[in-house]
């Protein structure tokens, strides 16, 4: 499990900016991965903390959260990397689901309780997220992950806004 936090710094080291993994579907073109110098800086940070917790969870023998351990800072790196709205949503939420089996790990009523109301204003940023992206796919007539303001985008902007404040 130590080996793939380092392999993924390595690979990172490697990568030039650009966009990666272009796909044409449904007339919108879908880039799973852009980088910049934005999103190496957080991809850097991520593996180094994947790295400090999965050596901090060296002593857990569950399989499950050992998974969620490593899916759900995966999931973190690809919302950080996505080109794309469809992307960026599909990371966003599988970072929620993962994220919700650790906190049910602790496998008591308080944790069960806890987990559902974390999930459900998951799903709630989930649904604005992805509402904001389609109105804004709607009225740009792309999926593409980059600037989104506030002016200009009418209530989009103000929906993925809310979503990123809830998230």
């Known amino acids: 499990m130590l080996a793939l936090p380092v392999l993924g710094f390595i690979h990172l080291l490697g990568l030039d900016p650009g966009q990666y993994g272009l796909i044409e ?7 799973h991965v852009r980088v910049d110098k934005l999103s190496l800086a957080f991809g850097y940070i991520f593996y180094i903390a994947t790295l400090l917790a999965l050596i901090y969870a060296l002593h ?30 599909l990371f966003w939420e599988l ?16 944790s ?5 109301r974390y999930l459900i204003i998951h799903v709630v940023s989930g649904v604005l997220l992805l ?28 929906i993925l ?6 998230k």
């Open 112 to 116: 069960f309780a806890t987990g559902f």
């Open 25 to 31: 579907f449904f007339a919108y073109n879908l880039v």
């Open 131 to 158: 509402s904001g992206a389609l109105m804004l796919a709607h009225l740009t007539g792309s999926v593409e992950f980059g600037h989104v303001g506030l002016e200009g985008t009418g209530a989009a902007g103000w």
């Open 60 to 89: 857990v023998r569950d399989p499950v959260q050992q998974v969620a351990g490593l899916i759900y800072p995966g999931s973190a790196i690809g919302a950080v990397f996505a080109g794309d709205l469809v992307a960026f949503f």
């Open 161 to 166: 806004l809310i979503a990123f404040g809830i």
């Open 95 to 110: 970072a929620a689901v993962t994220s919700v089996f650790l906190i049910w790990a602790r496998d008591s009523k308080r």
